[in-house]
């Protein structure tokens, strides 16, 4: 199953690439452009930074939206009337503990693709559905948690420049995540209206039956993360030259 990461890692990256502007904390390591072991620098630069992204607190008055929980956009699923359903006021938790698996980088043509693990993520909030598995008609409307381990995701960002009151500036474009999970449970509360024994019976039946809605989840939730956090790489780079991203020296 595909399923896209947390793009929590974005927020560090472009706090990195930011190293050398002014109002960034001096606390965060530095990646000069002529490092030669540069996706090395910036891997270790970002699990130096990941601890403050908890709070989103950077130090020197520096803020970024906290990681811990990240606040995601609804997400829902249809495929005839027989299956529907929207989750909403989705909190995730556990997208601080990421792993950089992988890193390149190509600051020249501003191109970066990093393959990352999650070992442990939660996440509460609400859903409303109606679905029909095998010959069980789900429904229900209310509470919902879940947790996956050690999912995979590939986020791919490509930036541009251009100039502005004389100076050269930078811009992402384009992020993109794709995420790859193993298994998710979820546990509904307030299924068949309450009825504690249909209740357990119908969580049952959607863990195992998985692969039935997480590609219908999948696609909708990779978007939100990548939108969400391409506005936080530009919110975060917007006052930065080029130059003053990517010393030279």
Same mark, same amino acid.
């Given at each position: 199953?595909?399923?896209?990461?947390?793009?929590?890692?974005?927020?560090?990256?472009?706090?990195?690439?930011?190293?050398?502007?002014?109002?960034?904390?001096?606390?965060?390591?530095?990646?000069?452009?002529?490092?030669?072991? /540069?996706?090395?620098?910036?891997?270790?630069?970002?699990?130096?930074?990941?601890?403050?992204?908890?709070?989103?607190?950077?130090?020197?008055?520096?803020?970024?939206?906290?990681?811990?929980?990240?606040?995601?956009?609804?997400?829902?699923?249809?495929?005839?009337?027989?299956?529907?359903?929207?989750?909403?006021?989705?909190?995730?938790?556990?997208?601080?503990? =990421?792993?950089?698996?992988?890193?390149?980088?190509?600051?020249?043509?501003?191109?970066?693709?990093?393959?990352?693990?999650?070992?442990?993520?939660?996440?509460?909030?609400?859903?409303?559905?109606?679905?029909?598995?095998?010959?069980i008609d789900v429904n229900g409307k209310?509470?919902?948690?879940?947790?996956?381990?050690?999912?995979?995701?590939?986020?791919?960002?490509?930036?541009?420049?251009?100039?502005?009151?004389?100076?050269?500036?930078?811009?992402?474009?384009?992020?993109?995540?794709?995420?790859?999970?193993?298994?998710?449970?979820?546990?509904?509360?307030?299924?068949?209206?309450?009825?504690k024994v249909l209740g357990e019976v119908?969580?049952?039946?959607?863990?195992?039956?998985?692969?039935?809605?997480?590609?219908?989840?999948?696609?909708?939730?990779?978007?939100?993360?990548?939108?969400? =956090?391409?506005? /936080?790489?530009?919110?975060?780079?917007?006052?930065?030259?080029?130059?003053?991203?990517?010393?030279?020296?």
């Amino acid at each position: 199953m595909r399923f896209s990461i947390d793009f929590r890692i974005i927020i560090s990256l472009a706090a990195i690439l930011n190293i050398c502007y002014g109002k960034l904390p001096s606390s965060i390591p530095t990646c000069k452009k002529t490092e030669p072991k /540069i996706n090395e620098c910036i891997t270790n630069a970002v699990y130096a930074v990941r601890p403050k992204l908890i709070t989103g607190d950077l130090g020197e008055g520096f803020l970024t939206p906290p990681l811990e929980p990240l606040e995601l956009d609804n997400i829902s699923m249809g495929r005839g009337a027989g299956f529907q359903a929207v989750f909403s006021d989705l909190l995730v938790n556990g997208g601080s503990n =990421f792993q950089i698996e992988k890193l390149q980088s190509n600051i020249t043509s501003l191109n970066f693709a990093l393959q990352i693990l999650l070992p442990n993520i939660d996440f509460v909030g609400k859903y409303s559905l109606r679905i029909k598995i095998l010959l069980i008609d789900v429904n229900g409307k209310g509470d919902m948690k879940g947790s996956f381990s050690n999912a995979r995701g590939i986020v791919k960002l490509r930036g541009s420049t251009y100039e502005k009151d004389g100076a050269t500036y930078v811009r992402f474009d384009k992020l993109t995540i794709k995420i790859s999970i193993k298994d998710m449970k979820l546990q509904l509360d307030n299924l068949f209206n309450g009825d504690k024994v249909l209740g357990e019976v119908g969580n049952q039946v959607i863990n195992n039956n998985q692969d039935l809605y997480l590609s219908e989840i999948i696609p909708g939730l990779e978007k939100s993360l990548a939108k969400k =956090f391409l506005d /936080i790489a530009n919110d975060i780079t917007k006052h930065a030259t080029y130059d003053e991203m990517f010393p030279p020296n």
